[in-house]
């Protein structure tokens, strides 16, 4: 099975700040790769696909990258609505795994 | 638009059944592959289980491979997950989940608002 590991798991950010989460796949996933917002209480959301694939209605602050193990997720300039726990996933080859997400916090 | 209906949690004892359903609206049903992700008290997503659009295959975690069963009826536009064998650490909030894409290797687009299963006696 792919594992999938992100880090940090908790960041604490001030609002304007530039957050980046790393997102590392056990084996290439070629750019298989989805970000997630997740707030309390609430179902996730997606924001990118396909490494870097912004999903409709998502602010262009959120910005993806990477391909083969290696991904990131950045956030250009962390607004009051971004604070929440994002969660990298790989949809590879019939195999479906999340990371264990990383909790931004506010600083 | 898209509507995604859990229902079916509830509390029930280790090793009983329990059978989830989710009722989906607001889209071409049949088209797409449905998904079914937990996530236990203060912890992280865990991918359940996939099924086709068509219900010609079917994928599961190690986790409950063998105990769950993912099913979809078509004609009723409704998703289920049987879980079997129930134990303890599937106690977890259950959401359904549709690929964003039709026919197209694709993410999770859409989810359901969940339903909470608690396993314990």
């Known amino acids: 099975d792919i594992q999938m590991t992100q880090s940090p798991s908790t960041l604490s950010a001030s609002v304007g700040d530039r957050v980046t989460i790393t997102c590392r796949a056990s084996?290439?996933?070629?750019?298989?790769l989805a970000w997630y917002q997740q707030k309390p209480g609430k179902a996730p959301k997606l924001l990118i696909y396909k490494a870097s694939i912004l999903e409709s209605g998502v602010p262009s602050r959120f910005s993806g990258s990477g391909s083969g193990t290696e991904f990131t997720l950045t956030i250009s300039s962390l607004q009051p609505d971004d604070f929440a726990t994002y969660y990298c996933q790989q949809y590879n080859n019939y195999s479906w795994t999340f990371g264990q997400g990383t909790k931004v916090e506010i600083k | 638009q898209v509507q995604l209906v859990e229902s079916g949690g509830g509390v029930v004892q280790p090793g009983r059944s329990l059978r989830l359903s989710c009722a989906a609206s607001g889209f071409t049903f049949r088209s797409y592959a449905m998904h079914w992700v937990r996530q236990a008290p203060g912890k992280g997503l865990e991918w359940v289980a996939v099924?086709?659009?068509?219900?010609?295959?079917?994928f599961y975690a190690d986790s409950v491979k063998g105990r769950f069963l993912i099913s979809r009826d078509n004609s009723k536009n409704t998703l289920y997950l049987q879980m079997n064998s129930l134990r303890a650490e599937d106690t977890a909030i259950y959401y359904c989940?549709?690929?964003?894409?039709?026919?197209?290797?694709?993410?999770?687009?859409?989810w359901g608002q969940g339903t909470l299963v608690t396993v314990s006696s």
């Open positions: 099924i086709w659009y068509d219900g010609t295959d079917k």
């Open positions: 084996q290439s996933i070629s750019g298989w």
């Open positions: 989940a549709r690929d964003l894409r039709f026919l197209e290797w694709s993410p999770l687009g859409f």
